[in-house]
């Protein structure tokens, strides 16, 4: 069983859905978790993170966590086309070694 | 803004050719993660570094490749030789008790 499993999409959307992104994970050590974008032919980007369980708004974005069901959630209000990349998740313990999901691959449509 | 730099940016060439991939991590940054991207596996761990001494290489395969950082300043991953299989893009990144930051990757085609 891999530490991280996310849902590779793709998922299309029009433009000012609201858009769920989540992961699930196994390692109960994980205690902060991040969120990256990644635009085609450039690295991950870090969007936002959050420490232990609960949740962390930033613009449009939020993320969620909830360690008791070891789920991960990042929210997109008003998406925009811009917005369409893909995501990561990528918990860790300690900033030692991060464990990246496969990605969602997110189409916000005009 | 500061920000991880990755040279070279494309690389292309026959198999059984070493390669040097060469990065460059934000300027006070003490951990330097090397990472490889493909469309099958994701983005996998290679190896990481702190304080220039390699911490874990155990994604890596040792036969072939090797990871070293001669300064702070600069760190590099080699393959030889390299195979097609090695064809992926492979991403540096740097932290420092924080999320990491990575740069655009090396994007590595073996033929």
């Known amino acids: 069983q891999k530490e991280v499993e996310q849902d590779p999409g793709p998922l299309s959307v029009p433009e000012g859905a609201i858009v769920s992104l989540n992961c699930t994970y196994s390692?109960?050590?994980?205690?902060?978790f991040m969120w990256y974008r990644q635009y085609s032919r450039k690295g991950p980007e870090l969007l936002m993170y959050?420490?232990?369980?609960g949740n962390k708004e930033d613009g449009r974005f939020t993320a969620q966590v909830d360690k008791s069901s070891k789920y991960i959630s990042l929210f997109i209000r008003d998406s925009q086309p811009s917005d369409s990349a893909t995501y990561l998740c990528a918990p860790t313990s300690n900033f030692n070694k991060f464990y990246f999901g496969s990605g969602t691959k997110l189409n916000v449509k005009p | 803004d500061a920000r991880v730099t990755q040279t070279p940016r494309h690389k292309v060439t026959e198999m059984g050719q070493e390669v040097t991939m060469r990065c460059q991590p934000i300027l006070g940054h003490n951990t330097v993660f090397w990472y490889r991207q493909t469309m099958m596996q994701g983005l996998e761990l290679l190896a990481y570094?702190?304080?220039?001494?390699?911490?874990?290489d155990s994604g890596m395969p040792k036969d072939r490749f090797s990871a070293e950082m001669p300064d702070a300043t600069l760190a590099t991953l080699k393959i030889q030789p390299s195979e097609p299989r090695d064809s992926a893009v492979y991403f540096c990144a740097s932290g420092y008790s924080q999320p990491q930051h990575f740069g655009d990757g090396t994007r590595l085609s073996i033929l």
């Open positions: 390692n109960s050590a994980f205690q902060y």
């Open positions: 570094f702190r304080n220039r001494a390699p911490l874990d």
């Open positions: 959050t420490y232990s369980s």
